[in-house]
């Protein structure tokens, strides 16, 4: 089944610097890749994601990258705020058939 | 509008007793996930239900959780003579599949945290 990597597991940045998070899947059948953002409390949601048919996404200040070939994708915010301190997840899944198989999560703290 | 609504949000119990956790989906959201968040553990998948499909148990740790669909609706999860490894948050998602049956965003409810003592 399929297996995803994800790290770091804690980053922390400055306010207003950018922050990356990568993560690495398993099985070459994936084709979709969420990323999930989950604040103190509450449940995860989500906040962009990615299909394999095209390389890059960007909404605003969030963007994700995909690498087939290498098996790996990755999550890019730029001008960190102090509210986008939380715990991030990434997810793969072959879309519409299988459950989604979440990253262990990366708690991201932007420090003003 | 309602979201995914689960309860009870907190669950205290004595090892080798039973619970039950419900999950009240959106509206209209045909598919049903089950989801286990172990402290620096992620999310682990449990159980899937869509339509009225056989429901995908592949993530099920043991014989002693189980989880039901009624009404194509409100879903629950028993979890029988439970252990201290079972203490965590259970998150319910649902989602409505998208055009061409693409995987829908999941909406995840705020969680259930069981403790076991």
């Known amino acids: 089944g399929e297996n995803v990597e994800q790290h770091p597991s804690t980053l922390s940045v400055q306010e207003g610097d950018s922050a990356v998070i990568k993560c690495t899947y398993s099985d070459s059948a994936s084709n979709y890749f969420p990323w999930y953002k989950q604040e103190l409390g509450k449940g995860p949601q989500l906040i962009i994601d990615i299909r394999s048919n095209v390389g890059e996404k960007k909404d605003q200040r969030i963007a994700v990258t995909l690498n087939k070939t290498a098996k790996h994708f990755s999550l890019h915010i730029t001008e960190t705020q102090p509210e986008d301190s939380a715990v991030y997840f990434c997810a793969a899944s072959i879309t519409g058939n299988t459950p989604l198989v979440f990253g262990k999560g990366t708690r991201l703290s932007v420090i003003a | 509008g309602a979201g995914v609504s689960q309860s009870p949000s907190n669950k205290v119990t004595e090892k080798g007793k039973d619970v039950e956790l419900r999950c009240d989906p959106i509206?209209?959201?045909?598919?049903l996930y089950w989801y286990r968040q172990s402290l620096g553990q992620g999310l682990e998948f449990l159980i899937y239900f869509q339509g009225n499909s056989a429901p995908d148990k592949s993530g099920l740790p043991s014989d002693r959780f189980s989880a039901e669909r009624t009404g194509g609706s409100v879903s629950t999860l028993t979890i029988q003579r439970t252990q201290q490894e079972d203490s965590a948050v259970y998150l319910c998602?649902?989602?409505?599949?998208?055009?061409?049956?693409?995987?829908?965003?999941?909406?995840f409810g705020e969680g259930s945290r069981l403790t076991v003592l």
């Open positions: 509206s209209g959201h045909t598919a």
């Open positions: 998602a649902s989602s409505f599949p998208q055009s061409g049956g693409d995987t829908g965003e999941l909406f």
